[in-house]
C-alpha cells in the first residue's frame, strides 16, 4: 500500500517527510527540530478557491490538526467570489483568516501593491518551523517568480501549477511518418502536412476564443524571447516579436484547426482532440485526465505529450499557477505558516498529483518513483510535466489588470483569425491597453 493511502498520523508524516530529506541532503536530525506542536489549541481561517485543490485540503484538515493540534476553520468559495471577498477584507485590515489561496496569474500583482501577504522568508530559514525538504531549489523557476516579490521576499508558497505542453495524436503522426515537432517551424509543417478537411482531420487545435486566446499568442511570444511586459513595465505587445507570434498564431488557426475555431476555449479542443481527429493540442497539463479515460476518449494509448517546442529564440512553457501565503494581518502566523507548509508537503502533494487534482511546484514530488506509481496518468505525462518545468516562464504578465489585458488582446488575435492584419490589430490593441495599465500602477 502505497504512503498517500495509509490513515494519517503524526509518525506518517514525519516518515514520509523524512524521505524527501535524505534525498535532498537533509537528515531526520534536522527534520526533528521542528516542532509542530508548538502552536498547539491556535484556531486559524483558511480562505480557499473553490477547486479539486481546496477539496484536497478540506478532506485531510482533521490530519493537519492532528499533527499539530491547530485548529482549522476553512471555507471553499467559487474562484470570482472569492476573488472578491478576499479583496474586501483584506482591505479592511482585520481579515477573517489567516491563510489566503491565491490565483498567481491573476492576483499576484495586486497582492504585493496592497502589501496583503506576510513575508514568509525568514520562516523558512527557521529550523523550528520549516523542515529541510522545503528549500527554495524545490520550486520551478516560474513558482518561485510567483512566490517572490521584486525585493526577493518570499511572501508566499507555490501550491498547484499548470504548465502549457502539446497534446498529439500519434496514430496520425505515424500514419504520415512525422516525428514530434521540436521547434516552431516543424510544429507549422507537421500541424499543415496532417490537416485534410476531406478526411475531417486537422493538424492543430487552440483556443480561438477571446480572452482564452491570449496565453496562446503568449507562448509563442516567449518562444521569440518576448514577455509580454518588459522588467521596466513596457508593454512589448507591438514589437516584431510580438508581430511574429501572432502571424504564427494566425496561420496555425486559419490553415491547420477546425471550422469554428474563433469560438473554442479549452473544452472545445479537447473535444475535437478527444474524437481522434486532430493532431496536436497546445493547452494546459491539467487537461489530460479524460484523454486516458476510456468512456470520454477516442485515443486513449495513443496521445503524446510534448514539451513546447523551440521558438527562434528561446523554449518556453507558458505557466500559471496558485500559491498559499499567510496574511499581514493575521495574529497567528507562524501556526498559519505550517498550515501552509503542510499544504504543500510530499504527501500533500502526492495526494493532489494522484487524485487528478493538480500538479505541484516541487519536482522532488513529480519525481519519486513511489508518488509516480499512484499516478493514473502514463508515465509521459510526467515526464512532460517535469520538462516543462525546466523552462517555466510566466504566461501572463504581472499587472494588476490583467483581465483587461486578456479581453483587449484577446479580440485582437480573434480577429486574425477572420484575417485582421497582425501588426495593426496589435498596435490598436496596444494603444487601447496602454493607459489602463498605466492607471492601474499610479493606483
Same mark, same amino acid.
Given at each position: 500500500?502505497?504512503?498517500?493511502?495509509?490513515?494519517?498520523?503524526?509518525?506518517?508524516?514525519?516518515?514520509?517527510?523524512?524521505?524527501?530529506?535524505?534525498?535532498?541532503?537533509?537528515?531526520?536530525?534536522?527534520?526533528?527540530?521542528?516542532?509542530?506542536?508548538?502552536?498547539?489549541?491556535?484556531?486559524?481561517?483558511?480562505?480557499?478557491?473553490?477547486?479539486?485543490?481546496?477539496?484536497?485540503?478540506?478532506?485531510?484538515?482533521?490530519?493537519?490538526?492532528?499533527?499539530?493540534?491547530?485548529?482549522?476553520?476553512?471555507?471553499?468559495?467559487?474562484?470570482?467570489?472569492?476573488?472578491?471577498?478576499?479583496?474586501?477584507?483584506?482591505?479592511?485590515?482585520?481579515?477573517?483568516?489567516?491563510?489566503?489561496?491565491?490565483?498567481?496569474?491573476?492576483?499576484?500583482?495586486?497582492?504585493?501593491?496592497?502589501?496583503?501577504?506576510?513575508?514568509?522568508?525568514?520562516?523558512?530559514?527557521?529550523?523550528? @518551523? +520549516? !523542515?529541510?525538504?522545503?528549500?527554495?531549489?524545490? $520550486?520551478?523557476?516560474? %513558482? =518561485?517568480?510567483? /512566490?517572490?516579490? *521584486?525585493?526577493?521576499?518570499?511572501?508566499?508558497?507555490?501550491?498547484?501549477?499548470?504548465?502549457?505542453?502539446?497534446?498529439?495524436?500519434?496514430?496520425?503522426?505515424?500514419?504520415?511518418?512525422?516525428?514530434?515537432?521540436?521547434?516552431?517551424?516543424?510544429?507549422?509543417?507537421?500541424?499543415?502536412? @496532417? +490537416? !485534410?478537411?476531406?478526411?475531417?482531420?486537422?493538424? $492543430?487545435?487552440?483556443? %480561438? =476564443?477571446?480572452? /482564452?486566446?491570449? *496565453?496562446?499568442?503568449?507562448?509563442?511570444?516567449?518562444?521569440?524571447?518576448?514577455?509580454?511586459?518588459?522588467?521596466?513595465?513596457?508593454?512589448?505587445?507591438?514589437?516584431?516579436?510580438?508581430?511574429?507570434?501572432?502571424?504564427?498564431?494566425?496561420?496555425?488557426?486559419?490553415?491547420?484547426?477546425?471550422?469554428?475555431?474563433?469560438?473554442?476555449?479549452?473544452?472545445?479542443?479537447?473535444?475535437?482532440? =478527444?474524437?481522434?481527429?486532430?493532431?496536436?493540442?497546445?493547452?494546459?497539463?491539467?487537461?489530460?485526465?479524460?484523454?486516458?479515460?476510456?468512456?470520454?476518449?477516442?485515443?486513449?494509448?495513443?496521445?503524446?505529450?510534448?514539451?513546447?517546442?523551440?521558438?527562434?529564440?528561446?523554449?518556453?512553457?507558458?505557466?500559471?499557477?496558485?500559491?498559499?501565503?499567510?496574511?499581514?494581518?493575521?495574529?497567528?502566523?507562524?501556526?498559519?505558516?505550517?498550515?501552509?507548509?503542510?499544504?504543500?508537503?510530499?504527501?500533500?502533494?502526492?495526494?493532489?498529483?494522484?487524485?487528478?487534482?493538480?500538479?505541484?511546484?516541487?519536482?522532488?514530488?513529480?519525481?519519486?518513483?513511489?508518488?509516480?506509481?499512484?499516478?493514473?496518468?502514463?508515465?509521459?505525462?510526467?515526464?512532460?510535466?517535469?520538462?516543462?518545468?525546466?523552462?517555466?516562464?510566466?504566461?501572463?504578465?504581472?499587472?494588476?489588470?490583467?483581465?483587461?489585458?486578456?479581453?483587449?488582446?484577446?479580440?485582437?488575435?480573434?480577429?486574425?483569425?477572420?484575417?485582421?492584419?497582425?501588426?495593426?490589430?496589435?498596435?490598436?490593441?496596444?494603444?487601447?491597453?496602454?493607459?489602463?495599465?498605466?492607471?492601474?500602477?499610479?493606483?
Amino acid at each position: 500500500m502505497s504512503e498517500t493511502a495509509r490513515s494519517f498520523t503524526r509518525r506518517t508524516f514525519l516518515a514520509t517527510t523524512a524521505a524527501a530529506a535524505c534525498s535532498l541532503g537533509g537528515t531526520l536530525p534536522a527534520f526533528a527540530e521542528v516542532n509542530w506542536k508548538k502552536y498547539a489549541g491556535t484556531k486559524i481561517g483558511v480562505n480557499l478557491i473553490k477547486s479539486p485543490r481546496g477539496e484536497v485540503l478540506q478532506k485531510y484538515e482533521k490530519e493537519f490538526t492532528d499533527l499539530t493540534g491547530i485548529q482549522v476553520s476553512s471555507e471553499q468559495t467559487p474562484e470570482q467570489q472569492q476573488r472578491q471577498k478576499a479583496v474586501i477584507e483584506l482591505n479592511s485590515g482585520s481579515p477573517s483568516f489567516d491563510v489566503v489561496h491565491i490565483s498567481y496569474h491573476v492576483q499576484k500583482r495586486q497582492f504585493e501593491k496592497a502589501n496583503w501577504l506576510a513575508d514568509i522568508s525568514g520562516f523558512m530559514k527557521n529550523p523550528e @518551523l +520549516t !523542515d529541510p525538504t522545503l528549500t527554495e531549489s524545490d $520550486f520551478s523557476q516560474a %513558482g =518561485l517568480l510567483y /512566490a517572490k516579490n *521584486p525585493q526577493g521576499q518570499m511572501l508566499s508558497l507555490p501550491f498547484s501549477v499548470d504548465y502549457w505542453m502539446v497534446y498529439w495524436n500519434k496514430d496520425l503522426f505515424a500514419k504520415k511518418g512525422l516525428s514530434y515537432p521540436q521547434t516552431f517551424d516543424e510544429m507549422v509543417k507537421a500541424a499543415e502536412a @496532417l +490537416t !485534410d478537411s476531406k478526411e475531417g482531420t486537422y493538424g $492543430f487545435v487552440a483556443r %480561438g =476564443l477571446k480572452n /482564452a486566446n491570449v *496565453p496562446v499568442w503568449t507562448s509563442f511570444l516567449l518562444g521569440y524571447g518576448v514577455d509580454p511586459v518588459d522588467a521596466n513595465g513596457n508593454l512589448m505587445t507591438d514589437t516584431p516579436e510580438a508581430i511574429e507570434a501572432a502571424r504564427l498564431y494566425q496561420r496555425l488557426l486559419t490553415k491547420s484547426a477546425p471550422q469554428g475555431v474563433a469560438g473554442f476555449n479549452w473544452s472545445e479542443c479537447q473535444s475535437a482532440f =478527444l474524437q481522434g481527429k486532430i493532431g496536436l493540442w497546445l493547452d494546459g497539463v491539467g487537461f489530460a485526465p479524460p484523454l486516458e479515460d476510456p468512456e470520454k476518449s477516442r485515443v486513449v494509448g495513443k496521445v503524446g505529450y510534448g514539451v513546447m517546442p523551440r521558438g527562434p529564440k528561446a523554449q518556453a512553457s507558458a505557466t500559471f499557477g496558485d500559491g498559499i501565503g499567510v496574511t499581514a494581518a493575521s495574529k497567528n502566523k507562524e501556526a498559519a505558516f505550517l498550515y501552509c507548509q503542510w499544504a504543500i508537503s510530499k504527501l500533500m502533494g502526492a495526494r493532489l498529483l494522484q487524485a487528478g487534482g493538480g500538479v505541484p511546484f516541487r519536482p522532488s514530488i513529480l519525481n519519486d518513483q513511489d508518488v509516480r506509481k499512484g499516478v493514473k496518468m502514463p508515465p509521459a505525462w510526467i515526464d512532460a510535466v517535469v520538462e516543462s518545468g525546466k523552462i517555466s516562464k510566466l504566461g501572463l504578465p504581472v499587472v494588476q489588470p490583467v483581465t483587461e489585458f486578456r479581453d483587449i488582446m484577446g479580440i485582437a488575435l480573434t480577429n486574425l483569425i477572420s484575417g485582421g492584419d497582425p501588426a495593426a490589430e496589435l498596435k490598436k490593441a496596444t494603444e487601447q491597453f496602454k493607459p489602463i495599465l498605466e492607471r492601474s500602477e499610479k493606483a
